[in-house]
């Protein structure tokens, strides 16, 4: 496939405006075009070694859950890894694409496949996802209606404010009167300006009505989930499962006050990779997750939740194989997928 059409069907899979917007996902890295994709390759994160096996296994296209170029690069030199990794696949036609929390957010993503790790289980969002391209612009829409001798001079004055939009005019009778009746977007920042306005004719301020505009949730898609198992299951047992699922030997686990290996697990919030911020004031009798900080386990534990830690990627590597399979389906096999065996987390046990 060309890369520039991979790329769109990429996008397709898992639109990058579902990524959490302090985020760096999409292509990051592109050889010069005309450039055929054969291969694409998956990795957890590129580190140079699975840099190396990409450039062996004659990758055309990396595809990185981890973005490789996080925050900025001010040069491109041999001097820190990252950029040689740069550097690397330029010299060797290898483009680099990463989705990373467009991956979490969808409901065929990273968190669903985590979610089967507990057993049967119903799963909902924990942060819900809107939709990024509602039709609808601003926070909120103004309408008020206005006689022919009104109309111009508010219409000015309202063309000067900033951060309005969608601003239409329409015929409009009230009460057997011919006026016209004004529809516009605006931001919180111009509904204050717009309202100070209006308020100065009181006949224009008594018909003006607000609207909240708010766009739509998408179903099933979003940040971390909220797990409700099918039959309560004792911690020790979620652990084997957790364990088995990620095919780890060990994970970390602390108690929740009042809790025992034996207490029930009936709610289990999860998140993969670090989830403090997304698992954060959630009621459950269990998170998992790769990482969080102290105090917040410290916080979960004081409030009985018990916290299963299996380190940051091995939270997320397992998927690359559910992945690769999904994707095969997705570009009609018109190219040959591979998992690195290079990528492994940092840590160890």
């Not at 592109?30 to 190396?52: A, C, G, K, Y």
């Not at 034996?262 to 004031?281: M, N, Q, R, T």
Request: glycine residues 6%; proline residues 6%.
């Amino acid at each position: 496939m060309n890369l520039r059409e991979l790329v769109s069907a990429l996008n397709d899979f898992a639109s990058p405006a579902l990524a959490e917007s302090w985020d760096n996902v999409g292509l990051l890295v592109e050889p010069s075009p005309p450039h055929t994709v054969n291969t694409l390759f998956l990795t957890n994160d590129l580190t140079e070694e699975v840099m190396e096996e990409a450039v062996q296994k004659k990758a055309d296209l990396v595809l990185s859950y981890h973005p490789p170029i996080f925050t900025a690069l001010k040069r491109v030199t041999w001097k820190t890894w990252k950029e040689r990794l740069v550097v690397r696949a330029l010299e060797n036609r290898i483009g680099i694409y990463s989705p990373h929390t467009a991956y979490d957010a969808i409901p065929h993503g990273v968190n669903n496949w985590l979610t089967k790790g507990l057993g049967a289980c119903t799963s909902v969002p924990l942060h819900p996802s809107t939709a990024p391209n509602s039709p609808a612009e601003g926070t909120h829409r103004v309408e008020f209606c206005a006689d022919a001798e009104r109309l111009d001079a508010v219409l000015s004055k309202i063309k000067d404010i900033p951060e309005i939009s969608c601003l239409t005019t329409l015929p409009a009778r009230v009460e057997g009167e011919e006026l016209t009746r004004v529809s516009l977007n605006c931001s919180q920042k111009a509904l204050l300006e717009v309202v100070a306005l209006l308020s100065q004719s009181s006949l224009l301020y008594h018909n003006m009505e607000i609207l909240l505009l708010q766009k739509p949730l998408l179903p099933h898609t979003g940040m971390g989930r909220l797990c409700t198992l099918s039959e309560p299951v004792s911690l020790s047992d979620i652990i084997e499962r957790v364990k088995g699922h990620l095919q780890l030997p060990h994970v970390r686990v602390a108690l929740g006050a009042g809790r025992t290996l034996e207490s029930p697990v009936k709610k289990a919030a999860l998140c993969a990779g670090s989830g403090s911020s997304v698992l954060k004031g959630t009621e459950a009798d269990l998170y998992l997750t790769g990482e969080m900080s102290h105090h917040d386990v410290l916080d979960a534990v004081a409030n009985g939740i018990s916290v299963i830690l299996c380190e940051h990627s091995n939270t997320e590597r397992g998927f690359l194989s559910e992945l690769r399979d999904a994707l095969a389906v997705h570009l009609q096999n018109k190219i040959n997928i591979i998992v690195s065996e290079k990528d492994t987390d940092p840590l160890q046990v």
